[in-house]
């Protein structure tokens, strides 16, 4: 089964900048799409961004043009780049390969911005 470890999560004031990491490890074979997604208190899981294997991105409408998905194949790692960070930005971010049942998830990297 894939394994996921998120990091890079933090408190940061709006306008600010992170970058969260996601180490993937196990059988990742056949994984074709790596997700980020997040979840605010009291709010439903929300696809944040994603990257095909083929290297197509796509992301929710409220991210476009701030946050940026990529990936180092050599560390197994998927990246989500967070720039101008709003204080409605403020969730637990998990990454996911599509497909992957919920019990396998990671337990996610806390974002908070500061208005």
């Known amino acids: 089964q894939v394994q996921v470890v998120e990091s890079g999560g933090g408190l940061v004031q709006a306008g600010g900048s992170l970058r969260l990491s996601c180490v993937v490890s196990g059988n990742i074979f056949g994984i074709t799409v790596m997700n980020w997604y997040r979840q605010a208190p009291g709010k439903s899981r929300e696809l944040v961004a994603g990257m095909s294997i083929g290297g197509s991105t796509n992301y929710a409408d409220s991210v476009k043009g701030r946050f940026t998905i990529s990936r180092d194949n050599a560390k197994s790692t998927v990246y989500l780049q967070m720039n101008s960070l709003k204080p409605e930005d403020t969730a637990v971010y998990y990454c996911?390969?599509?497909?992957?049942?919920?019990?396998?998830w990671g337990q996610g990297t806390q974002v908070t911005v500061s208005s």
């Open positions: 996911a390969p599509f497909g992957l049942p919920l019990q396998y």
